[in-house]
């Protein structure tokens, strides 16, 4: 099939203008612009299984799936049933419900790392109150981050490395103060003497070193398992507490996520995306001592009004209580590894200097060659390869988030034969990229 007339957009491209006149670029969240495509937007009508339709019709083979939540695909009926009947009893009352222990109870039933967490509304928040738990048990003010990892719109966070190998951050994003990004420490990812140099320096005014222990935002940076075991052992010997941002790999590598993946015991967790089954929920967690400095049994305030929200709580229930059946990562990987496998042979086959990076049901479009890449400085800035890669699947009715430095999911939905059309239409347009 050759495609050269892009698709429909008409209805899409009304909306948008018309949504540029209420919001900020006409989104209400910046990737979604198609800023980084050169294109405009599609405006999702529906979704179901692994498919979604936009307002002109468009079908597509999903591998955003939202950001990543929808690790069952589009209208999972038990999420959506479970979701119906608990509307039917009310939105909402700002007091607590038996459906937060319910989801409490799934999760840290399975969970050794954590004893106790606290649900808000979403990934970010979950991050900017654990930074705010961390200071608060250790006294300490300071900040370890890794380049490249995206932990949401954070004010101390929102910070680039500056120049040398240990750098006290720069915000990169207009309002953040500096005195407030000097509070943030950045070094490279899987830069063994970075990290020592770091510690030895300054180990202890760290009150937390955050890592997204895969790396997910920014490409996908995977890292050597000694990496994060050297930087335990450091947080260990400088009294530092360390912060996996597992937003994305929770619930998603592992129930468990990249802390049961790479066996490694984080002290504080933060969960987002899969945890609410499509609706807002993040969470944090840590054992009974940490969060015991939690409001309102500690001095560290937090709070939320939609927090625990019963229809989120209710989504995240059925979605999670099928991620907990015997074998469902094992055979989300596994298809996943078939579907790459597809892509990478054709590739490799034909000398396209292009790979699928993998890890369970993620994968990242890497343009890179055969190199395998581990930190932020490797990737090749130069994203005309995923532009016209994204287009061309588009038009061929496969649709990915609107960024090469995005990663894309593989859900339950994706059926064997979903795959390998997909995968047929990949390496189509591999031919034609290359
Ligand atoms: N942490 C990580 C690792 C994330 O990937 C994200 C979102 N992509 C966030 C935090 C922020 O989550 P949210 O967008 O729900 O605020």
């Not at 999972?76 to 607590?96: D, I, M, R």
Request: net charge negative; aromatic share 10%; glycine share 10%.
């Amino acid at each position: 099939m050759r495609i050269d007339q892009d698709i429909s957009r008409a209805t899409s491209e009304a909306l948008y203008a018309k949504a540029k006149t209420y919001f900020p670029g006409g989104v209400n969240s910046p990737v979604r612009a198609f800023k980084s495509v050169e294109g405009s937007p599609l405006f999702i009508k529906r979704g179901n299984g692994c498919r979604i339709w936009d307002e002109d019709n468009n079908e597509f083979i999903d591998f955003c799936c939202s950001w990543g939540p929808l690790i069952l695909g589009h209208n999972h009926p038990a999420v959506y049933e479970n979701v119906v009947k608990t509307l039917q009893n009310g939105a909402s009352f700002g007091a607590p419900t038996r459906l937060e222990n319910e989801l409490a109870e799934l999760i840290l039933s399975r969970n050794h790392y954590i004893d106790k967490l606290r649900f808000v509304s979403s990934g970010t928040e979950a991050v900017m109150s654990a930074i705010r738990l961390a200071r608060g048990c250790t006294g300490r003010s300071k900040i370890l981050k890794f380049e490249g990892c995206y932990h949401g719109h954070v004010d101390a966070l929102l910070v680039k490395a500056g120049s040398g190998l240990v750098t006290f951050g720069e915000s990169s994003s207009a309002g953040v103060p500096e005195a407030l990004a000097n509070e943030t420490v950045v070094i490279a990812l899987n830069d063994h003497e970075a990290l020592k140099k770091c510690f030895e320096q300054i180990g202890g005014e760290i009150a937390c070193a955050i890592i997204e222990p895969i790396p997910a935002n920014n490409g996908l940076l995977l890292q050597e398992k000694n990496f994060l075991l050297e930087l335990k052992e450091l947080c260990e010997k400088y009294g530092v507490l360390l912060l996996f941002d597992e937003v994305i790999s929770g619930f998603r590598v592992a129930f468990n996520g990249a802390a049961e993946y790479y066996g490694i015991k984080p002290d504080i967790v933060t969960y987002g995306k899969i945890i609410g089954g499509g609706l807002p929920v993040g969470a944090y967690g840590a054992s009974k001592e940490i969060m015991g400095f939690v409001s309102p049994d500690g001095p560290v305030y937090q709070a939320g009004t939609l927090s625990g929200n019963p229809v989120a709580m209710a989504a995240g229930i059925a979605q999670l209580t099928e991620c907990a059946k015997p074998g469902f990562y094992e055979e989300l990987k596994s298809k996943t590894d078939r579907f790459v496998g597809k892509i990478n042979d054709h590739a490799s086959n034909n000398g396209y200097p292009f790979e699928m990076v993998t890890i369970g049901s993620i994968f990242w479009l890497s343009f890179n060659g055969k190199k395998r890449i581990h930190s932020a400085a490797e990737i090749d800035p130069d994203m005309s390869g995923f532009k016209r890669m994204h287009k061309e699947l588009l038009n061929r009715g496969v649709y990915l988030g609107p960024s090469g430095y995005e990663v894309g999911f593989v859900s339950q939905a994706h059926s064997e034969e979903d795959l390998n059309r997909a995968a047929e239409i990949f390496c189509e347009v591999l031919d034609r990229i290359f």
